[in-house]
Nanobody, 115 residues
Framework: QVQLVESGGGSVQQGGSLRLSCEASGSINHIYAMGWYRQTPGTQRDLVATTLNSGDIEYADSVKGRFTISKANATNTVYLQMNSLKPEDTAVYYC?????????WGQGTQVTVSS
């Protein structure tokens, strides 16, 4: 079993920054991908950014140039640095890991951006 613990959400003014963290623990032999998704009420959970074991990184068009995903392999941690935040970035953010035993989600952390 794998547990993901997120931190770093909160409230910020438009133009501000936040950094999200997600640390995995448990039985992990291989991580294929780590990523961040977000969801607002009544909508589906959408990809924000993902980093693959191959080194490939993908961003949603809406966050390109503002958000940066990074990882610390030694601690199985993925980060999301969010700059120039906009009110439309307001959502619950979830980390997701694809590992040898399956796909796991974090508990979600609220990000609120006020204008």
């Amino acid at each position: 079993q794998v547990q993901l613990v997120e931190s770093g959400g909160g409230s910020v003014q438009q133009g501000g920054s936040l950094r999200l963290s997600c640390e995995a623990s448990g039985s992990i032999n291989h991580i294929y991908a780590m990523g961040w998704y977000r969801q607002t009420p009544g909508t589906q959970r959408d990809l924000v950014a993902t980093t693959l074991n191959s080194g490939d990184i993908e961003y949603a068009d809406s966050v390109k140039g503002r958000f940066t995903i990074s990882k610390a392999n030694a601690t199985n941690t993925v980060y999301l640095q969010m700059n120039s935040l906009k009110p439309e970035d307001t959502a619950v953010y979830y980390c997701r890991y694809t590992v040898d035993s399956g796909v796991y989600w974090g508990q979600g952390t609220q990000v609120t951006v006020s204008s």
